[in-house]
């Protein structure tokens, strides 16, 4: 019998690999009992206990296609929001969501990470208000002491932190600088530094912290001049150009560029030029904001990939054009009528309602299997060497995925063969119409149907046609690689000149991540991407002003997220539209050399050499001499 005891197994698993014991993972956020029933698969963990876990672990959940109940999701979206408040100096807004919040929660167990993440935010509103230093130390100490017996700060190494435990950690740290302790400050910083340059191993989560924290450190060791320390602000700017975000680059790079100037950051000095530009850019874009001290403290939520279950379930009976009722013999229709409500479904009830609706494969968060953290950095090899176009590269991950996945699994079959069709493509090895066939025959494998006896039988799957799978497209709740498969088949329909069936695709795509159906933040990185290809498309057939208003889409939440490797390739775009909008060769002038800088920076050499081409074609000058 299958063992169904996921998130149990992958946490235990994690917990051992690392050498860390159950009494220090679970330290002050959970009782040892509580964790040792977790790992046993006697109890599930909530959402945000689940989150706490990895995070201490140095790792990332949220980089799985995963779905939450109504509740579970509620908060997700709650606690974005009060640091997007915090973020914009909303602070009213944000003590109005914080009340929500905990209001929410009340009919809850106590949750000590809320508590926790509910001090943060009060501190943060304290020093907004000038409440005196000695008071806004005595609220950290308070906060810390939730989860900490008695926090040393020297002995951080030894810790396993979670998001908000490292956030009042830093507010500590700002305000013992505030009261001229400036060398116990820097200090504590530089313990955070070397904390997650140990622990945190996983790029999601390192990208996502690294650079605020060095940052934060960089501007105190510039303060005391210890210029000789800012090595960290180098490796900040290398996390960040490695995982191509550009958040916090702008303020790094000018760090860099005025006080680094030595040894191992000569490269700087020798581009001093392009930095500056860079930076200049970089500014432009997010609209010369100002990033202050408080922001910098806070840490954003990660960007995941996820569903509400019962929106999730809802819309594909609407899909199916099948009622509760209809789905009898997988659970009654009072279970499937509360489980759409908002009840927690048991792993056997979502499991078999999704199968029943041909979804077998798509899961709630706590049904992560312990290999998936390997199967991951695997498919994340292959996806950077495609776009690298380093097909030798993505061949030996491919080749390694073919051997561990499970094919039996639907999600795993349609990810290989979306995969392998995509890359026998690339190298010439079968036609677009070949590679269209494979990807729609992807597809069927987890397309919404109806699977009851009753209804369409499982072998009737592949004859789901490619008009059928097109007309259910509005309104299917997607996953990632769904998402990835439908911008795939669009950019073969536009390659063999088919330009308006792959606007309709994507126009569709687009427009699911906008509706209810999808929550557009939680699948940001499959928005922009349709974003881009979209434009492009509509570009291409000269609907200019179509295209301009799909790349400002896009490239809105690129910056909003630090996403940067589809924003060059947005901007490119937009500038190629304003040529023709404005018919003005100058009006686009500026947008390439930003598109240009950007693909420079974060060494997309197949964008930044495109971009060259077009420059040169347009104003017979070299884009490399303009900055």
Request: glycine letters at 6%.
């Amino acid at each position: 019998m299958e063992d169904k005891n996921y998130i149990g197994n992958l946490i235990k698993g994690l917990r051992e690999s690392k050498g860390i014991s159950q009494s220090k993972l679970c330290r002050g956020i959970c009782d040892r009992a509580a964790l040792v029933r977790i790992e046993s698969g006697k109890n599930t963990p909530q959402k945000l206990l689940t989150d706490a876990l990895f995070q201490r672990l140095g790792l990332s959940i949220n980089k799985f296609g995963v779905s939450y109940t109504v509740a579970e999701y509620k908060a997700i979206l709650l606690h974005r929001d009060i640091l997007e408040s915090l973020f914009c100096e909303k602070y009213d807004i944000a003590l109005e969501l914080l009340k929500l919040l905990e209001k929410e929660s009340v009919s809850t167990s106590p949750n000590v990470i809320l508590e926790q993440f509910s001090c943060v935010v009060k501190i943060v509103l304290a020093i907004t208000e000038g409440t005196d230093t000695e008071e806004v130390i005595e609220l950290i100490q308070k906060g810390l002491k939730k989860t900490f017996t008695r926090f040393k700060a020297d002995e951080i190494l030894e810790y396993h932190l979670h998001d908000e435990e490292i956030m009042l950690i830093t507010l500590l740290a700002e305000s013992l600088y505030a009261q001229d302790k400036r060398s116990e400050a820097i200090n504590i910083l530089f313990n955070l530094i070397e904390y997650l340059e140990k622990n945190v191993l996983d790029d999601e989560e390192l990208v996502r912290l690294y650079p605020q924290i060095a940052l934060l450190l960089s501007e105190k060791l510039v303060e005391e001049k210890r210029y000789a320390e800012l090595y960290v602000c180098d490796r900040a700017i290398n996390i960040l150009i490695e995982n191509c975000k550009i958040s916090y680059l702008a303020e790094l790079l000018s760090i860099q560029l005025n006080f680094g100037l030595n040894g191992e950051s000569n490269k700087y000095a020798k581009n001093k030029t392009f930095y500056k530009s860079v930076i200049e850019v970089l500014e432009e874009l997010r609209g010369n904001r100002e990033q202050g001290g408080i922001e910098k403290v806070l840490i954003s939520a990660p960007i995941s990939h996820g569903h509400v279950i019962g929106n999730q379930i809802r819309a594909l009976r609407k899909i199916l054009g099948i009622t509760q009722e209809d789905l009898s013999e997988v659970c009654d229709p009072l279970t499937v009528s509360r489980i759409e409500g908002g009840r927690k479904p048991t792993d056997r009830h979502y499991e078999e309602l999704m199968t029943s609706m041909g979804r077998e494969g798509i899961r709630y968060y706590p049904f992560i299997k312990s290999n998936e953290y390997e199967h991951h950095v695997l498919r994340r090899d292959v996806g950077r060497s495609m776009v690298k176009e380093d097909f030798e590269g993505a061949e030996r991950a491919l080749v390694l995925l073919e051997r561990k996945l499970n094919r039996s699994e639907a999600v795993n079959e349609q990810y290989l063969l979306r995969s392998r069709s995509l890359l026998d493509a690339c190298r010439g090895q079968i036609s677009q119409e070949v590679l269209i066939e494979k990807l729609i025959e992807a597809l069927r494998i987890t397309a919404p149907i109806n699977e009851t006896p009753q209804r369409t039988k499982k072998e009737l799957r592949s004859q789901l046609t490619e008009e059928e799978l097109i007309n259910n497209l509005e309104g299917w709740p997607l996953t990632q690689t769904e998402t990835v498969i439908w911008n795939n088949i669009g950019n073969a329909k536009g390659d063999l000149g088919d330009r308006k069936g792959k606007i309709r695709i994507l126009s569709i795509v687009k427009n699911n991540y906008e509706k209810d159906t999808v929550s557009l933040y939680d699948n940001l990185l499959g928005y922009v991407l349709t974003c881009y290809n979209l434009a492009n498309e509509q570009c291409r057939i000269g609907d200019y002003v179509e295209s301009l208003k799909t790349c400002e889409d896009g490239i809105r939440y690129c910056i909003s997220a630090g996403e940067g490797f589809t924003l060059a390739s947005l901007l490119t775009v937009k500038a190629e539209c304003t040529v023709y909008v404005n018919k003005s060769k100058e009006a686009c002038k500026k947008t390439f050399q930003q598109a240009s800088l950007l693909g420079k920076i974060l060494e997309n050499k197949i964008i930044y050499e495109w971009i060259k081409m077009q420059y040169h074609e347009l104003y017979k000058l070299d884009i490399e001499k303009e900055y």
